[in-house]
């Protein structure tokens, strides 16, 4: 646990997670693709998801709402992790934290 969850979690909506979204958003922009790194899926878009299947994408988790209000600046990174909502449909349906 953390010391002071609640700096914790104000620095990472406030700070860490729009960086991220921006870093995110700034790769789907220059590849030009649905995926991360173009027109091809990577292991990139698998590992990068499993950030927002945890946080934004997770009804388990007690602020996943604040997560996704602070993706609604970043369309494309939205649409995207819907995308790969869809592929991996069947695991995240078996597991409600699946990595």
Same mark, same amino acid.
């Given at each position: 646990m953390y010391k002071d969850k609640d700096t914790a979690l104000t620095n990472w909506i &406030? =700070?860490? $997670?729009?960086e991220y979204l921006a870093k995110v958003e700034g790769l789907? =922009?220059?590849?030009?693709?649905?995926?991360? @790194?173009? *027109?091809?899926?990577? @292991? *990139?878009? $698998?590992? &990068?998801?499993?950030? $927002?299947f945890l946080l934004s994408h997770n009804e388990a988790?007690?602020?996943?709402?604040?997560?996704? *209000?602070c993706m609604a600046g970043y369309p494309l990174t939205k649409a995207w992790v819907e995308r790969m909502q869809v592929? &991996? *449909?069947?695991? @995240?349906?078996?597991n409600k934290r699946p990595f």
């Open positions: &406030c =700070k860490l $997670f729009p789907l =922009k220059e590849h030009k693709g649905p995926h991360l @790194l173009g *027109a091809k899926l990577t @292991l *990139a878009d $698998f590992v &990068c998801s499993q950030t $927002f988790y007690e602020n996943s709402d604040i997560m996704m *209000a592929l &991996c *449909a069947s695991t @995240l349906s078996k």
